[in-house]
Protein backbone atom coordinates (compact mmCIF):
# COMPACT_ATOMS: atom_id res chain seq x y z
CA UNK A 1 0.00 0.00 0.00
CA UNK A 2 3.17 2.29 -0.51
CA UNK A 3 2.12 5.63 -1.75
CA UNK A 4 -1.49 4.42 -2.22
CA UNK A 5 -2.76 7.66 -2.98
CA UNK A 6 -2.96 11.11 -1.95
CA UNK A 7 -6.24 12.68 -1.96
CA UNK A 8 -6.06 16.64 -2.33
CA UNK A 9 -9.42 17.77 -1.32
CA UNK A 10 -10.42 20.91 0.49
CA UNK A 11 -13.54 20.54 2.45
CA UNK A 12 -15.99 23.30 2.41
CA UNK A 13 -18.92 22.94 3.96
CA UNK A 14 -21.31 24.61 1.45
CA UNK A 15 -22.92 27.49 4.54
CA UNK A 16 -25.10 26.59 6.83
CA UNK A 17 -28.05 23.82 6.10
CA UNK A 18 -30.46 26.47 6.95
CA UNK A 19 -28.90 29.31 4.61
CA UNK A 20 -27.30 27.95 1.61
CA UNK A 21 -29.34 24.62 1.49
CA UNK A 22 -32.44 24.63 -0.27
CA UNK A 23 -34.62 21.95 2.53
CA UNK A 24 -37.79 20.69 2.86
CA UNK A 25 -39.43 19.33 5.93
CA UNK A 26 -38.61 15.70 7.01
CA UNK A 27 -41.35 13.58 5.28
CA UNK A 28 -42.32 10.12 6.00
CA UNK A 29 -43.69 7.49 3.06
CA UNK A 30 -45.49 4.79 4.00
CA UNK A 31 -48.16 4.07 1.04
CA UNK A 32 -45.56 3.23 -1.43
CA UNK A 33 -42.00 4.09 -2.51
CA UNK A 34 -43.38 6.36 -4.66
CA UNK A 35 -42.35 6.93 -8.62
CA UNK A 36 -38.99 8.14 -7.34
CA UNK A 37 -37.76 4.61 -6.14
CA UNK A 38 -35.95 3.24 -9.36
CA UNK A 39 -38.12 -0.62 -10.27
CA UNK A 40 -35.47 -2.51 -8.26
CA UNK A 41 -36.43 -1.32 -5.54
CA UNK A 42 -39.85 -1.49 -6.17
CA UNK A 43 -39.68 -5.45 -7.86
CA UNK A 44 -38.39 -6.54 -4.43
CA UNK A 45 -40.68 -4.43 -1.70
CA UNK A 46 -44.55 -4.23 -1.40
CA UNK A 47 -46.09 -1.19 0.23
CA UNK A 48 -47.47 -2.79 3.71
CA UNK A 49 -44.45 -4.53 4.36
CA UNK A 50 -41.68 -1.30 4.30
CA UNK A 51 -41.77 2.44 5.60
CA UNK A 52 -39.83 5.21 3.79
CA UNK A 53 -38.57 8.11 6.35
CA UNK A 54 -36.31 10.63 3.83
CA UNK A 55 -34.47 13.57 5.32
CA UNK A 56 -35.06 17.34 3.68
CA UNK A 57 -33.17 18.32 0.14
CA UNK A 58 -30.14 19.37 -0.30
CA UNK A 59 -28.97 21.71 -3.68
CA UNK A 60 -26.51 20.07 -6.01
CA UNK A 61 -25.77 22.04 -9.05
CA UNK A 62 -29.13 22.42 -10.67
CA UNK A 63 -30.42 19.52 -9.58
CA UNK A 64 -31.27 18.31 -5.52
CA UNK A 65 -30.30 15.39 -3.60
CA UNK A 66 -31.91 13.58 -0.07
CA UNK A 67 -31.40 10.90 2.01
CA UNK A 68 -33.52 8.25 3.16
CA UNK A 69 -33.78 5.00 4.89
CA UNK A 70 -36.16 1.87 4.14
CA UNK A 71 -37.51 0.04 7.50
CA UNK A 72 -38.83 -3.39 7.69
CA UNK A 73 -42.86 -1.87 8.96
CA UNK A 74 -43.47 -5.14 10.93
CA UNK A 75 -39.93 -5.34 12.90
CA UNK A 76 -38.67 -1.92 12.64
CA UNK A 77 -35.03 -3.18 11.24
CA UNK A 78 -33.02 -1.09 8.69
CA UNK A 79 -33.37 -2.48 4.77
CA UNK A 80 -31.21 0.16 2.69
CA UNK A 81 -29.82 3.83 3.64
CA UNK A 82 -28.94 6.01 0.85
CA UNK A 83 -29.30 9.08 -1.18
CA UNK A 84 -31.36 9.93 -4.12
CA UNK A 85 -29.72 12.06 -6.82
CA UNK A 86 -32.04 14.11 -9.89
CA UNK A 87 -30.21 14.06 -12.99
CA UNK A 88 -29.95 17.94 -13.43
CA UNK A 89 -27.45 18.13 -10.47
CA UNK A 90 -25.08 16.01 -12.87
CA UNK A 91 -25.51 19.30 -15.37
CA UNK A 92 -22.59 21.11 -16.74
CA UNK A 93 -20.70 19.46 -13.71
CA UNK A 94 -17.01 20.95 -15.18
CA UNK A 95 -15.84 24.29 -13.77
CA UNK A 96 -15.58 25.22 -17.69
CA UNK A 97 -19.11 25.09 -18.70
CA UNK A 98 -20.63 26.92 -15.55
CA UNK A 99 -18.82 27.85 -12.74
CA UNK A 100 -21.56 29.61 -10.78
CA UNK A 101 -23.65 26.02 -10.32
CA UNK A 102 -20.50 24.04 -10.00
CA UNK A 103 -19.61 22.80 -6.44
CA UNK A 104 -16.03 23.84 -5.66
CA UNK A 105 -13.20 20.77 -6.43
CA UNK A 106 -14.02 18.59 -3.45
CA UNK A 107 -16.11 20.68 -1.01
CA UNK A 108 -17.95 19.01 1.01
CA UNK A 109 -21.74 18.84 0.48
CA UNK A 110 -23.55 17.65 4.01
CA UNK A 111 -26.71 16.06 3.27
CA UNK A 112 -28.70 15.19 6.65
CA UNK A 113 -30.32 11.65 7.81
CA UNK A 114 -33.63 11.33 8.71
CA UNK A 115 -33.82 11.18 12.59
CA UNK A 116 -34.76 7.38 12.17
CA UNK A 117 -31.78 6.47 10.11
CA UNK A 118 -29.80 7.87 12.91
CA UNK A 119 -31.22 5.68 15.26
CA UNK A 120 -31.17 2.66 13.00
CA UNK A 121 -27.80 2.82 11.82
CA UNK A 122 -24.51 4.04 12.92
CA UNK A 123 -24.47 7.03 10.56
CA UNK A 124 -24.94 10.63 11.44
CA UNK A 125 -25.18 12.53 7.78
CA UNK A 126 -23.61 11.94 4.39
CA UNK A 127 -21.37 13.99 2.85
CA UNK A 128 -20.94 14.64 -0.81
CA UNK A 129 -17.62 15.49 -2.24
CA UNK A 130 -17.06 16.45 -6.27
CA UNK A 131 -13.71 16.37 -7.63
CA UNK A 132 -13.93 17.59 -11.21
CA UNK A 133 -10.06 16.49 -11.94
CA UNK A 134 -10.05 13.94 -9.67
CA UNK A 135 -6.91 13.65 -7.47
CA UNK A 136 -3.61 11.67 -7.08
CA UNK A 137 -2.01 9.33 -8.23
CA UNK A 138 -1.87 9.83 -12.01
CA UNK A 139 -3.26 7.20 -13.80
CA UNK A 140 -5.93 5.68 -10.77
CA UNK A 141 -8.25 8.62 -9.10
CA UNK A 142 -7.42 11.71 -11.92
CA UNK A 143 -10.94 11.26 -13.34
CA UNK A 144 -14.00 13.29 -12.45
CA UNK A 145 -15.81 11.59 -9.87
CA UNK A 146 -17.89 11.70 -6.57
CA UNK A 147 -17.34 10.92 -3.16
CA UNK A 148 -20.08 9.89 -1.10
CA UNK A 149 -19.30 9.39 2.51
CA UNK A 150 -21.49 7.98 5.02
CA UNK A 151 -20.34 9.59 8.15
CA UNK A 152 -20.46 7.82 11.77
CA UNK A 153 -19.30 10.93 13.55
CA UNK A 154 -21.24 14.45 13.49
CA UNK A 155 -20.52 17.12 11.04
CA UNK A 156 -18.63 18.97 14.32
CA UNK A 157 -17.04 16.06 14.48
CA UNK A 158 -15.97 15.97 11.09
CA UNK A 159 -15.26 19.52 11.09
CA UNK A 160 -13.10 19.23 13.85
CA UNK A 161 -10.41 16.86 11.95
CA UNK A 162 -7.08 19.11 11.61
CA UNK A 163 -4.78 19.08 8.23
CA UNK A 164 -2.16 17.15 8.63
CA UNK A 165 1.06 18.13 9.96
CA UNK A 166 3.91 16.40 12.16
CA UNK A 167 2.26 17.96 15.26
CA UNK A 168 -1.20 16.30 14.19
CA UNK A 169 0.64 13.00 12.80
CA UNK A 170 0.27 10.66 15.65
CA UNK A 171 -3.66 11.51 15.28
CA UNK A 172 -4.10 10.54 11.65
CA UNK A 173 -1.70 7.44 12.27
CA UNK A 174 -3.25 6.02 15.14
CA UNK A 175 -5.06 3.32 13.43
CA UNK A 176 -8.17 1.32 15.20
CA UNK A 177 -6.86 -1.94 16.60
CA UNK A 178 -6.41 -4.83 14.70
CA UNK A 179 -10.12 -6.41 13.71
CA UNK A 180 -11.30 -2.90 13.96
CA UNK A 181 -10.81 -2.44 9.82
CA UNK A 182 -10.79 -4.79 7.15
CA UNK A 183 -8.16 -7.04 7.00
CA UNK A 184 -7.84 -6.67 3.33
CA UNK A 185 -7.50 -3.07 3.69
CA UNK A 186 -4.74 -0.51 3.94
CA UNK A 187 -3.30 2.92 4.20
CA UNK A 188 0.04 4.14 3.76
CA UNK A 189 2.29 5.75 6.85
CA UNK A 190 2.57 9.62 7.07
CA UNK A 191 0.51 12.36 5.32
CA UNK A 192 -0.71 10.26 2.30
CA UNK A 193 -4.46 9.97 2.38
CA UNK A 194 -4.81 12.25 5.92
CA UNK A 195 -7.26 14.95 4.71
CA UNK A 196 -9.23 17.93 6.81
CA UNK A 197 -12.41 17.17 7.83
CA UNK A 198 -11.96 13.56 6.64
CA UNK A 199 -9.27 11.53 8.06
CA UNK A 200 -7.21 8.49 7.13
CA UNK A 201 -8.59 6.64 3.63
CA UNK A 202 -7.82 2.72 3.40
CA UNK A 203 -8.42 1.23 0.29
CA UNK A 204 -8.18 -2.72 -1.04
CA UNK A 205 -5.02 -3.62 -0.97
CA UNK A 206 -5.36 -5.17 -4.28
CA UNK A 207 -6.23 -1.73 -5.77
CA UNK A 208 -5.29 -3.19 -8.97
CA UNK A 209 -8.22 -5.19 -9.43
CA UNK A 210 -10.66 -2.22 -9.65
CA UNK A 211 -8.42 -0.59 -12.36
CA UNK A 212 -9.55 1.24 -14.50
CA UNK A 213 -11.11 2.97 -11.81
CA UNK A 214 -14.92 3.38 -11.91
CA UNK A 215 -16.01 2.79 -8.59
CA UNK A 216 -14.63 1.31 -5.36
CA UNK A 217 -15.55 1.36 -1.50
CA UNK A 218 -13.36 3.32 0.68
CA UNK A 219 -13.20 3.43 4.14
CA UNK A 220 -11.92 6.03 6.60
CA UNK A 221 -10.40 6.50 10.73
CA UNK A 222 -9.04 8.98 12.55
CA UNK A 223 -7.34 8.74 15.88
CA UNK A 224 -7.97 4.94 16.78
CA UNK A 225 -11.81 5.41 15.53
CA UNK A 226 -13.59 3.59 12.26
CA UNK A 227 -15.61 6.79 11.12
CA UNK A 228 -16.90 6.65 7.39
CA UNK A 229 -17.53 4.11 4.46
CA UNK A 230 -17.12 5.57 1.21
CA UNK A 231 -18.35 4.61 -2.35
CA UNK A 232 -16.48 6.66 -4.67
CA UNK A 233 -18.01 6.59 -8.48
CA UNK A 234 -17.09 8.37 -11.18
CA UNK A 235 -18.63 10.71 -13.39
CA UNK A 236 -19.12 8.59 -16.39
CA UNK A 237 -20.22 5.26 -14.67
CA UNK A 238 -23.32 7.52 -12.98
CA UNK A 239 -24.45 8.86 -16.86
CA UNK A 240 -23.65 5.44 -18.00
CA UNK A 241 -26.89 4.44 -15.91
CA UNK A 242 -25.56 1.28 -15.29
CA UNK A 243 -27.19 -0.76 -12.13
CA UNK A 244 -24.40 -1.46 -9.68
CA UNK A 245 -24.83 -4.13 -6.24
CA UNK A 246 -21.70 -5.72 -4.53
CA UNK A 247 -20.81 -7.12 -1.17
CA UNK A 248 -17.77 -5.24 0.66
CA UNK A 249 -15.18 -6.26 2.93
CA UNK A 250 -16.01 -5.63 6.71
CA UNK A 251 -14.53 -5.95 9.78
CA UNK A 252 -14.24 -8.70 11.99
CA UNK A 253 -15.12 -6.02 15.26
CA UNK A 254 -17.15 -3.07 16.46
CA UNK A 255 -16.79 -0.88 18.76
CA UNK A 256 -20.50 0.16 18.82
CA UNK A 257 -22.98 -2.73 18.91
CA UNK A 258 -25.89 -1.99 16.24
CA UNK A 259 -26.87 -2.57 12.24
CA UNK A 260 -23.95 -2.33 9.83
CA UNK A 261 -24.65 -2.26 6.23
CA UNK A 262 -22.59 -4.95 4.07
CA UNK A 263 -23.30 -3.66 0.82
CA UNK A 264 -23.41 -1.03 -1.55
CA UNK A 265 -25.28 -0.19 -4.97
CA UNK A 266 -25.79 2.00 -7.81
CA UNK A 267 -29.33 2.19 -8.89
CA UNK A 268 -31.48 4.11 -11.81
CA UNK A 269 -34.86 5.17 -12.57
CA UNK A 270 -35.21 5.07 -15.90
CA UNK A 271 -38.75 7.32 -15.43
CA UNK A 272 -37.86 9.80 -13.74
CA UNK A 273 -33.71 9.81 -14.38
CA UNK A 274 -33.35 9.90 -10.13
CA UNK A 275 -29.47 7.96 -9.51
CA UNK A 276 -29.38 5.89 -6.14
CA UNK A 277 -25.88 5.84 -4.10
CA UNK A 278 -27.17 3.16 -1.45
CA UNK A 279 -26.08 0.75 1.24
CA UNK A 280 -28.15 -2.28 2.46
CA UNK A 281 -27.91 -5.83 3.33
CA UNK A 282 -27.74 -5.04 7.10
CA UNK A 283 -26.36 -7.23 10.00
CA UNK A 284 -26.62 -6.84 13.59
CA UNK A 285 -23.29 -6.38 15.29
CA UNK A 286 -22.12 -6.56 18.86
Not at 137 to 159: K, R
Amino acid sequence: MENLFTIQKKIIVLGSLFLLFSCSQDEKVTTDLQESTPSSFTAKMSSNKFNVFKGPEVTLGYGKVRSWIIMNKKNGHPREIGIEITPKAFKNLMPENNSKTVPPNGSTIVVPLHPKASHLTPFDHIGINWNPNGHQPAGVFDVPHFDFHFYMISVEEQMAIPEWSPVTDAAFNLYPPMGFMPADYGTPPGPATAEPQMGKHWAPNNLGAYLPFSKIMVYGSYNGQFIFVEPMVTLDYLLSKTDFSMNYSQPEHFVKAGNYPTKYNIYHDALTGNTYITLSEFVARK
